[in-house]
């Protein structure tokens, strides 16, 4: 361990967080003009982390080593939506001063820092371990209060206190781990305990873009050149992670429906069985690993906005929009600029505004 770093233990689908703050920090770091996150470039220099443990699913492992090691913007563009986010809690709090702030699934997330006024009340909501690394990493500052409870555990809302002056709730990149039944009951339990309190959170939806698509916004040598660097990035994780996780991934591989399959367990039958895959059962491939690494078919994605209502008439839609909608892009790269173009074009990935 380096001299100075703080050694962090996170299992399961919590350590995703990393890879948010990681995001924002590198963003920060490269493109402050564009969105600046002290806090995070903060922490990301303070942590201690290793990937390669067993309870680390393996999705979480690979992607976030992919994130770091693949050179590619695309993988932190996704965090400029804590930029819309802020921008929407800015205007509320300009509003309502005095409001409580509930950060749900907050992880390592830092938009207190960036958009407190000096008056509001800000919660911190996630898993007790969770909690626990980051009361260790960000000890609570004045009118900040941790809860210590999963989202869909309806005791956090009696712990909301300072609602006078109104609700505002963030979820950033939480609710696309659940399934549809456990999106509903966690917008009617908000309805039930939060009136006329608003809330703002990114939606996957299930009519955007596919994976082949995206590429094909590349040149085929950039594509190639992309594929390389993620072999590469995979590679540098097989040869850390413990066995029972590479036992887990060959176990999801053999699961698939691709009608070849890798000749052997090792690195080179994946890495040969990988390369003779064609591009669409490839794009297959990948979608079905990331729905297996990711729990399961279950996971919900936003097919229609205005299910929300349909789900509770009290719960209105006060705006959908595209994750880089009035993003300037004069400062960023043409790839940058490719990809976000694509990405609000193709509807893949939404910012949803809802009042309850």
Known sequence: MQQGKVKVTLGGIS??????????????????????????VELSEKIDYDLSTSDVPPFVAIWFNISRKVNRPEFRLGTLRAKQFDDRAKVYIAEHPHASVINIAAGLDTTFYRVDNGLIHWYDLDLPAVIDVRRQLLPEPDRVTYIAKSLLDPGWCKDIKHTEDGVFMIAGGALGWFDK???????LMLADNFPGGEIVFDAISRLGGSLRTWMDMFPPEQRETMRAAWMEALKDWWEKAPQNQKDKLNDMIAELKTPTKPNGK????????WDQLGEK????VVRDLMTAFRGGTGMWALEDVNEFTRWDNRIAVLDQFPLYRNIPRDSVSADMR??????????????IHLRL
């Open 15 to 40: 350590a995703s967080m990393l890879s948010c703050l990681w995001g924002r920090a590198q963003l920060s770091k490269e493109y402050s003009s564009l969105f600046y996150d002290a806090k995070a």
């Open 181 to 187: 039944s456990e999106v509903e009951q966690f917008f």
């Open 266 to 273: 090792e690195w080179s039958d994946l890495e040969a069985w």
């Open 281 to 284: 059962e490839g794009e297959e």
């Open 338 to 351: 490719r990809f976000m173009d694509y990405s609000d074009k193709s509807g893949g990935s939404n910012i």
